[in-house]
């Protein structure tokens, strides 16, 4: 099991994430060969771990089986890719983590019951280490709010009216809830009070919207060779992020001509939303909310209790949420 | 909420299913049109609700709150939905019960997160309404089983050496399981013994796999208007079922010229395949292997104790197990 690079810099957490993905590993027991090899792939294409690597730092400000908390941690992971798969079925998507997508390699039937295994490996993993019914239930509420980030995202497609407010919750659905929940789950079952826990969830939850803006915005500002792919495709899909949704905010007339193409936009047309996206001060305004959330998560975890993992958190946040790719 | 008209000679379960479709109507809280109106469409196309029923039934041994056992009713059907739903992906159906499949009618996108939507409802029932982590832990053991069985049948397509063992596995995981999780429930958290839970769980199978088998044979010796859809394109797409499978066992070669052209037969060959089962005594054998596993169950039931769903129990499983479309 290979983890990425970046773990080094985290010796807190490192031993802990390479242990999750062999946790993961055991607990793909299917007789499918496609559906294992799919899921075996996907897992070990060297995603960043982050929800884990939250669930896991969370759960070190008081003593506990780590046992418990590595499953616990695989568990977050597990059902982040099984949202992966699945919304690569909804995107058609082709490419993910660099490589060939499962639908892509495997075909959809595959593609649809790897996801649904790792719903049940996921469910396994709560129901078999969580310390009580009140922590399961959690993670159902967080579930539906996950899948209604999703919805809303496919219900808003091509409105060219979509507000910052509506954009915000489909983030804070799709990505800041696992945050949250990955963040809950570490403090609350390692011993933490529930009024601790919910701290950490909502530092989780402000993590994982400056962490989704910061993508949505790197979409745009990464270097030319990768600009292009992500957002022409998704501004083909209708998805429209915070730097076009700022800007479209300033001035929509100016867009119309290219957006009204839809599916039709061709790369032109998307260099020319992307200068607009510029010119209108999308990126610009994108950033200071991405700087607002993030600034809340880090005064969040300064008050947290002077612990060595507090640091690690500081650090790991802090680096995250201003990479520049 | 309309139910089945099959459930007015059954008093001690109507009102209650009843009020099952209602709960899970009351479940679907998601904005998304389409997602909604797919499910509650599906939700209400007039599914039998065999396994709520029997979820039902085994929580009548003891007073127990109505409302506890009603919601985890709901909690089965939500599941048996989605697989329904994600199944017709893979199967690329454009019918289910009747009525054009969810993905024909709202796409493939919409039946992904449909189906997504129904599992997690499903885990926030049984999380709410579960009395312990243990009942939990069984859920997702019969979830895992559940696909797995799933997936058995989707790796062993067009394979004409598969086994009668392969194939009662499968249909022990895709259907067996869902009535075994069920009677266990029902059984379990209206306060019996663990022991007569267990016993619920294995008569609940029994009836799952008698249930399959049933409706496997009746692909095959309903009236001939009936006759052809499903078996021929089960056929075509490598889906054997045990009346072809025991022919198949009495002797191959009779049949290879038809089968081995996969999803190129046509009618005719189906046809030809049908007469062959005949002969073979394919379907005398199976009706054979559903009356063990009928027996099995009936028998089982008549030891419960004798209050008042029991005989319920035996009305309903009789009925079921010997109909005849």
């Known amino acids: 099991m290979k983890i990425h690079p970046m773990w080094r810099n985290y010796p807190l957490v490192e031993p802990e994430l390479e242990q999750v993905l062999t946790l993961i590993d055991k607990n793909i027991t299917t007789n499918n060969a496609p559906v294992r090899d799919a899921i075996l792939k996907m897992i070990n294409a060297g995603g960043k771990l982050l929800r884990p690597a939250y669930c896991l730092l969370f759960s070190q400000f008081k003593p506990v089986d780590r046992h418990k908390m590595i499953a616990l941690a695989a568990a977050v992971e597990t059902l982040h890719t099984a949202t992966l798969i699945h919304d690569d079925i909804i995107d058609e998507a082709d490419v993910r983590r660099g490589q060939p997508s499962i639908q892509a390699t495997f075909g959809q ?27 399961v239930q959690q993670d159902g509420k967080h579930m539906e709010a996950i899948l209604n980030g999703e919805l ?43 009024h601790f826990a919910r701290n950490a969830q909502t530092i989780g939850l402000n993590i994982g919207i400056a962490f989704q803006l910061l993508d949505d915005i790197l979409d745009y500002t990464a270097t030319s060779a990768q600009f292009g ?94 990479r520049q790719s």
Chains 1, 2 share one sequence.
Not at 109 to 135: E, I, N, P
Not at 173 to 188: D, E, I, P, V
Request: glycine share 6%.
């Open 152 to 194: 809303d995202q496919m219900a808003t497609r091509y409105n060219l009216d979509i507000t910052i407010d509506q954009y915000l919750t489909q983030i804070s659905g799709k990505t800041g809830q696992l945050f949250a929940l990955s963040s809950f789950l570490g403090a609350y079952e390692s011993g933490n009070s529930l």
């Open 109 to 135: 039937d595959t593609a649809v019951y790897a996801g649904d295994y790792l719903f049940t490996v996921c469910f396994k993993l709560l129901a078999g280490y969580a310390s009580d019914l009140r922590s």
């Open 229 to 322: 792919k992500p957002v022409q495709e998704d501004m083909r899909q209708g998805v429209y992020s915070a730097p076009l949704i700022l800007a479209l905010h300033d001035d929509s007339d100016d867009f119309i001509p290219y957006l009204s193409k839809r599916s039709q936009m061709t790369p032109d047309d998307a260099q020319a939303v992307d200068q607009l996206v510029r010119q209108h001060g999308g990126i610009d305004q994108a950033q200071t909310l991405a700087r607002n959330y993030t600034d809340t998560a880090l005064a969040a975890i300064h008050k947290l209790p002077d612990v060595p993992v507090r640091a690690t958190l500081e650090e790991l946040t802090s680096t995250l949420l201003n």
